[in-house]
């Protein structure tokens, strides 16, 4: 089948189309299954139609948690003591089963969070593409094993990247097989054992992943599912026999873990959360490459990715003629139900979006302009038009809080210093994206912009589409905790720890 990534703009492979909807038909035979822990039930539904229910999960209990996590630190010295070649080839058969499942897996996610079907084809490949980036990795650096200098002929040392144990996962909906699969493939690879709580959302696809784990060969109890919602997540965080842990959502719920966390001495947590990405078009610039890559990074996925695109700086010489571009560009966007082949926006996650958008909205009519979309289209499903509104003051809470709909606000400016200091004026830092034709600009953006990822000139995406091996994904200041980034050279490191060994021969 034939690739598709983030970067994939349009298809017209009709082989593609093909296995999609093939795999469509076999998502919906899935629907109705009853799967998970012990404790209450809940139902994940569709949000382009809530009335489709997908699944009932039973939440894990507080009981449910400690018996996983203690199966997995049972496991975990005879996982860590597997050779790494071994804990690679077992990786790899796991992303070669994601492959091979990818146009069925692709359609439940398209049922379950409404991610359209290039967006969720990418969305799996993506995961096999991570675990075998972090397979790679492993075997580049032949397990993390280096000899060191020697201050005699007696005197032999190593340095040994050795796993933490334990190692916990909380992903979110909005990349509810990529954002488990990345962390979880790392950890798993490093030879830590693995527990997986997905955000409710996601609990259907998060199974999914677990089982392709299980039928790769990776033994059962080195890796564990925990469905549930935040009560799941607070047992998980506290529990004394996590060793590590990575996060991605909301800054507020990941500072929350990073203090937290760790209690008796220092462990490691990995936090993503999220960000509020500017883009800045300056007088040189392309405008229809920058309202292309405005319009696919602020409304793919309607908005809900922590990448989008949620603020741009015009340069004023270009202000309006830009604006009416990409409301242009806008304009012809489809919008509609995420399995079907013209759609590009689908649902919102759930009502609650809903009430951000319209809060939004709301606001904007009292203080800016709408200048396209602005209406819910639907209340059976979680639908509604992608959005630019103007006029606002370059401080209105619009331009600094993360919405997770799709939701543009658009400024101009009387120079490119002005925009850099109001693009780096957040505590945030994840994306950023620039447009110009000018060398001395880009250079100046590079230089001075405060963000982890970062795009000129992109008509596939101005703040969004990062892929394995390619653009190194994570943020700067609240965005990230850790300062490497998934999908690069330095991020499967973060789930070991060194250790010296000096041995003297007699």
């Not at 139902?43 to 997995?72: F, G, R, Y």
């Not at 690879?189 to 259907?204: D, E, F, H, I, R």
């Not at 400016?413 to 000018?438: I, K, P, R, Y």
């Not at 700067?476 to 490497?484: N, R």
């Amino acid at each position: 089948m034939t690739r598709v990534t983030y970067a994939t703009l349009s298809s017209e492979n009709e082989d593609l189309h093909t296995s999609y909807e093939a795999g469509l038909r076999t998502a919906n035979s899935w629907l109705g299954a009853t799967f998970a822990g012990n404790g209450e039930p809940f139902t994940v539904v569709s949000p382009a139609d809530p009335a489709k229910m997908l699944c009932t999960v039973h939440a894990a209990t507080e009981s449910d948690v400690d018996h996983a996590i203690s199966v997995a630190a049972a496991a975990a010295p005879r996982w860590a003591a597997t050779p790494w070649p071994v804990r690679v080839g077992l990786l790899r058969a796991a992303a070669d089963l994601i492959s091979d499942r990818c146009p069925e897996l692709a359609a439940l996610m398209s049922l379950e969070v409404g991610k359209n079907r290039l967006e969720a084809l990418g969305d799996v490949e993506e995961s096999a593409d991570l675990i075998r980036y972090y397979c790679t990795q492993v075997e580049s650096g032949n397990g993390f094993t280096v000899d060191m200098a020697r201050l005699s002929d007696h005197e032999h040392t190593r340095s040994v990247l050795r796993p933490y144990g334990v190692w916990a996962v909380i992903s979110p909906f909005n990349f509810p097989m990529a954002l488990a699969a990345g962390p979880l493939g790392a950890a798993l690879v490093a030879g830590n054992t693995v527990v997986l709580k997905p955000s409710p959302q996601g609990s259907y696809t998060a199974r999914k992943l677990y089982e392709c784990l299980l039928d790769a060969g990776v033994p059962a109890d080195v890796v564990h599912l925990l469905p549930g919602g935040d009560e799941v997540g607070r047992a998980v965080v506290r529990h004394p026999g996590v060793a590590g842990l990575t996060f991605t959502g909301s800054y507020e719920a990941g500072m929350s873990i990073h203090r937290e966390f760790a209690r008796d001495y220092p462990k490691p947590v990995l936090c993503e959360m999220g960000g509020k990405n500017p883009a800045i078009i300056t007088a040189s610039a392309d405008l229809d490459v920058a309202a292309a890559g405005v319009a696919r990074s602020a409304f793919g996925f309607s908005g809900q990715k922590c990448s989008a695109c949620s603020r741009v700086y015009v340069q004023r010489e270009v202000y309006q003629r830009f604006l009416a571009a990409l409301v242009k560009r806008t304009a012809a966007l489809g919008v509609g139900d995420p399995v079907l082949r013209d759609t590009f926006v689908g649902p919102v996650i759930d009502a609650d979006a809903v009430r951000r958008f319209e809060s939004a909205v709301e606001h904007t009519r009292k203080v800016g302009r709408v200048v396209a979309g602005g209406t819910v289209l639907s209340r059976e499903g979680y639908f509604v038009e992608p959005t630019i509104v103007t006029d606002l003051p370059v401080d209105d809470p619009l331009f600094v809080d993360e919405l997770f709909v799709p939701f543009v606000a658009v400024a101009p400016v009387d120079s490119l210093d002005e925009a850099l200091a109001l693009a780096n004026d957040s505590a945030l830092g994840l994306t950023a994206g620039f447009f110009s034709a000018d060398e001395r600009e880009i250079d100046q953006f590079l230089d001075t912009i405060e963000a982890g990822v970062v795009y000129v000139n992109r008509a596939a995406g101005a703040t969004t589409g990062a892929w394995p091996g390619v653009q190194p994904f994570g943020g700067w200041k609240g965005s990230g905790s850790s300062g490497k980034a998934g999908g690069g050279e330095h991020y499967v490191q973060l789930y070991l720890r060194e250790q010296s060994r000096t041995v003297v021969s007699r």
